[in-house]
């Protein structure tokens, strides 16, 4: 069992570098399948669930290799039409859903096991299941599998009105929508990064998808798309991360390639609440040499707050001046984090969807367990700031989604070390 030692109080100087993102990896990845051709992917996270999914494309009859730089070279000519990614492995990863589209899209008809990932409440596909019938296809689960079948063996373009915008939804109807007939237009669609970035993906590969990052996307479905190079856009959630992470620690970091206007809604609160943050091309600097003043946030889909980036927000608002409240309007269950900051000290009372945050000014290092991505990331955070060591435990789910996350931190100063344990219990018992 792996956990993180790590010693706060210290502040943060140097660089980091932000690797590609790790949610518009999930989307373009299974994307290739509907692709004629070898694709290029540069700037890939190395994390476990893009490793994961790069499994199940080998699984189900793709050719995946590496390149030089880190690129992943894949051709799915080889997949053949009812091939089913392995149970197991679909079950351990939320993204895995998109398989059903691109799977659709391209064969008509689709068999993929009910999506896993992190536990934040119900996340149902209600919305991914309507574009799909609005787009001619027969849908129903049995067995722990979603079955999708297009009527008449044909994928006939809608238009399609998602009832919330949904990043799931958005991005599974725009792959079964690729090649179908027609044009199929989704409003009320998902703006964020990673659904543009696969539009422009699906673009460089001979698709026509016009008006991603607004609420009105437009497919005209093609017959045939062949292969070539895409650059992954950098990830904004890890980048926001590191900038809670100088926040919390204080410091001076620069932050190198990452898209700034990405990060504007992170940027402008933690603005409001005292830090420094600097813009360049490609860059940004995050510098904090005073105490925290508290603000209030509300998560919304972009380009509001980020919800992926609420427990990181709270984390830094317990070192505070004052008193915050946090709603979360996005996901559910998204406060199970809470109980972990409190065993260092913290002073937040949650009421549903709201959470109120009482900065302490000091929080002290303790034993901690990650119930999820997003909270191990927070925990981190909070340690970084703390008073003496912390171990943070469960940072299994932290390597889904950051790459390096201990030496990236090293780089710039944090003391942070990677442990072997033996006894689970341990986490209790050590102080």
């Keep these: 069992m792996t956990q993180y030692a790590i010693r706060g109080g210290r502040p943060l100087h140097g660089e980091i570098n932000i690797s590609g993102a790790k949610n518009a990896a999930l989307a373009i990845l299974p994307a290739t399948l509907l692709v004629d051709g070898v694709c290029r992917i540069e700037n890939i996270p190395n994390v476990t669930d893009v490793s994961l999914m790069l499994e199940i494309l080998k699984d189900v009859g793709a050719s995946v290799q590496t390149a030089e730089g880190g690129a992943v070279l894949i051709d799915s000519r080889g997949v053949r039409a009812g091939s089913v990614a392995p149970y197991d492995q679909v079950r351990r990863m939320r993204a895995s859903y998109y398989l059903i589209g691109a799977y659709l899209g391209r064969f008509l008809n689709a068999q993929v096991a009910m999506p ?3 536990n934040l409440g119900v996340r149902p596909v209600d919305q991914h299941i309507k574009g799909f019938e609005m787009l001619g296809a027969d849908v129903h689960v049995n067995a722990g599998f979603i079955h999708a079948n297009a009527r008449e063996n044909r994928l006939v373009g809608a238009p ?3 009832d919330v915008a949904s990043v799931g939804a958005t991005i599974n109807i725009i792959l079964a929508a690729a090649m179908a007939d027609g044009l199929t237009v989704i409003e009320n669609a998902a703006r964020e990064p990673h659904v543009v970035d696969l539009a422009n993906f699906l673009n460089r590969v001979g698709a026509d998808v016009k008006g991603a ?7 005209r ?10 650059t992954i856009i950098p990830d904004q959630i890890e980048a926001g991360t590191y900038m809670t ?9 620069t932050l190198n390639n990452v898209t700034p206007k990405h990060l504007e809604c992170i940027t402008a609160k933690l603005q409001e609440i005292g830090v420094e943050v600097e813009e360049f091309d490609e860059s940004v600097l995050v510098r904090r040499t005073r105490r925290l003043r508290k603000t209030n946030i509300k998560t919304l889909p972009y380009p509001g707050f980020p919800t992926d980036m609420q427990p990181q927000m709270a984390a830094c608002l317990s070192f505070a001046e004052g008193t915050s409240m946090i709603t979360e309007s996005v996901a559910d269950n998204r406060y199970r984090y809470v109980d972990e900051l409190k065993r260092m000290g913290a002073r937040i009372q949650v009421d549903g969807k709201l959470a109120v945050v009482e900065g302490v000014g000091k929080l002290t290092g303790a034993p901690v367990q990650a119930c999820d991505l997003r909270a191990g990331a927070a925990l981190i955070v909070a340690a970084l700031g703390a ?4 171990e943070v435990g469960g940072v ?20 942070i070390s990677i442990q072997e344990i033996d006894d689970p219990d341990a986490l209790t018992a050590t102080g």
Excluded: F, N, P, S
């Excluded at 479905?221 to 895409?230: E, S, V």
């Design 116 to 118: 896993g990932g992190c």
């Design 160 to 162: 399609i009105y998602l």
């Design 213 to 219: 990052g607004t609420d009105i996307i437009k497919i």
């Design 221 to 230: 479905g093609k017959k045939h798309l062949t292969g070539g190079t895409y």
């Design 245 to 253: 992470a100088v926040a919390a620690a204080g410091g001076e970091v």
């Design 387 to 390: 008073a003496g060591q912390t």
């Design 396 to 415: 299994y789910h932290v390597e889904r989604g950051y790459e390096d996350v201990v030496g990236k931190l090293r780089g710039v100063g944090a003391d």
